[in-house]
């Protein structure tokens, strides 16, 4: 065999694994851990929210927190107000029972952790400016606490229809990833927090560096790696609305990166002593390699010899072109749905690809939207 047919072996082999392999052992690997314990006991709550320039959804967003069906004595709400310009800090200090911070510009863990410092809740729950709550999302997330092995709890987050196509595509990857989440969580424990519907004990959260991108990640590996299990509530509902292509790459480049992060930090998930070892490494680790597969694909493909040589080539190039048609497919055309969700596949694998430029670049960099966290 020659080299370019053994790269490109290789190369499909990988893709193939992390697209379809993996999602197939996932839905065969045994339960290990069994169904939560679920109790009544009511904790105390420091609700951490981080904001920057967030003015057109604070209000809607505190309205849906002390909505929320939860003792309202047991509530410490704490906005942190990241070098806002506009009146986010205003509006949340014009609130009765809310303790507003403002910090200059830094990212998303200098406010975190300025929470963390003020936190005296027993339970720490964080969330984001945009999304709003069911009224029983906390109520379901804290009584999972009562079970002994539960160090973090995430919720679960519901995109709202898309007005088109290409926002429905986004919204079915986030259905796959969070039916992976739900493995994830029946196996042991999710590899990551949903990041504006996430809860965790208060005495296993310590500071974050400064430069952390992927704070629901950090914060609930910090409970993981002290032996408790990070569940997945998918009673505990926030809703969003749809989030348009550009912007998902936007954020999906931001989480990327940080991964990459969480491994640096974490240098243990990458081997057993992590228990969710070989998912990690199939799931989080592999998409972010799952891009360079694809262009040692492509690129190996020209230099392939034999009659399936051109067959290999012009099919990927075909995928691609399908992707770059996108924009020109009209809405009602059938097409669309085709050449929607390959053009979404290309852009998140392109917002991996541009992730890895954390290896060369400060991560204060990839913020680039005017609220922090969404």
């Known amino acids: 065999m020659s080299a370019a047919w053994l790269v490109f072996v290789l190369g499909v082999g990988f893709v193939v694994y992390v697209l379809a392999g993996y999602p197939l052992l996932l839905l065969f690997w045994p339960v290990r851990r069994g169904a939560l314990t679920r109790g009544t006991a009511e904790k105390t709550v420091s609700v951490i929210l981080p904001v920057r320039n967030g003015e057109r959804w604070i209000r809607a967003k505190l309205d849906s927190i002390f909505a929320l069906n939860y003792p309202r004595e047991l509530l410490q709400v704490i906005v942190i107000s990241d070098g806002s310009t506009d009146a986010t800090a205003a509006i949340a200090t014009a609130y009765g029972g809310v303790e507003t911070v403002t910090l200059p510009p830094s990212g998303k ?87 504006c519907i996430y809860a965790m004990r208060r005495e296993l959260a310590s500071p974050l560096p400064p430069d952390t991108l992927n704070d629901d990640m950090s914060l609930p590996f910090q409970a993981f790696f002290q032996g408790y299990r990070l569940a997945f509530v ?80 012009g099919a990927q190039i075909a995928g691609y072109g399908l992707a770059a048609l996108d924009p020109l497919v009209p809405e009602r055309n059938p097409l669309k749905r085709v050449t929607s969700l390959t053009r979404t596949f290309v852009v998140l694998m392109l917002a991996a690809l541009v992730g890895a430029s954390i290896l060369f670049r400060s991560s204060q960099s990839f913020w680039k939207r005017p609220t922090v966290g969404t």
């Open 109 to 195: 863990a200098v406010p975190l952790n300025a929470g963390l410092s003020r936190a005296t809740g027993e339970i720490l729950f964080f969330t984001d400016v945009r999304q709003s709550f069911h009224p029983d999302a906390l109520r379901e997330l804290v009584q999972r606490f009562d079970d002994p092995q539960v160090g973090a709890a995430s919720g679960e987050l519901f995109i709202r229809k898309g007005d088109n196509t290409g926002e429905e595509s986004v919204g079915l990857y986030w259905r796959y990833e969070k039916w992976m989440r739900k493995r994830h969580a029946a196996i042991d424990s999710v590899l990551g927090a949903t990041g």
């Open 234 to 313: 998918e009673e505990a509902k926030a809703y969003d609305v749809a989030t348009a292509l550009d912007a998902e790459f936007h954020r999906k480049v931001r989480t990327q990166a940080g991964v990459y992060q969480v491994i640096g930090q974490f240098p243990a998930l990458l081997g057993p002593g992590n228990r969710m070892w070989i998912h990690f490494v199939s799931h989080k680790l592999a998409r972010l390699l799952l891009p360079f597969a694809l262009l040692a694909t492509l690129g190996s493909s020209f230099f392939l010899q034999g009659p399936w040589a051109a067959w290999m080539v």
